[in-house]
């Protein structure tokens, strides 16, 4: 698979199971409120579906930073 697929998976995988469920607000926004909040009553299993939930967004940062290196790397090389 070329990087431009990888990044429009991740970003599909992003919007969707990374967002969900949207109401009232996005899951994965509640978590990191939570988190940055101190954390208070958060069990392992909160933990584990922050990560679950994180992991197409810290796919699609991978993904574009890849994309940024290897065009600075073609601009440089050419």
């Given at each position: 698979m070329n990087l431009n697929r990888n990044i429009l998976l991740?970003?599909?995988?992003?919007l969707?199971?990374?967002?969900?469920?949207f109401s009232p607000e996005p899951h994965i926004w509640g978590k990191l409120k939570w988190i940055a909040g101190g954390g208070d009553g958060m069990k392992l299993m909160d933990y584990w579906d922050t990560f679950m939930h994180g992991?197409?967004?810290?796919?699609?940062?991978?993904?574009?930073?890849?994309f940024v290196v290897r065009s600075f790397k073609k601009a440089t090389d050419a």
């Open positions: 991740a970003l599909i995988a992003s969707t199971l990374g967002l969900a469920p992991a197409p967004w810290l796919l699609l940062i991978y993904f574009v930073f890849l």
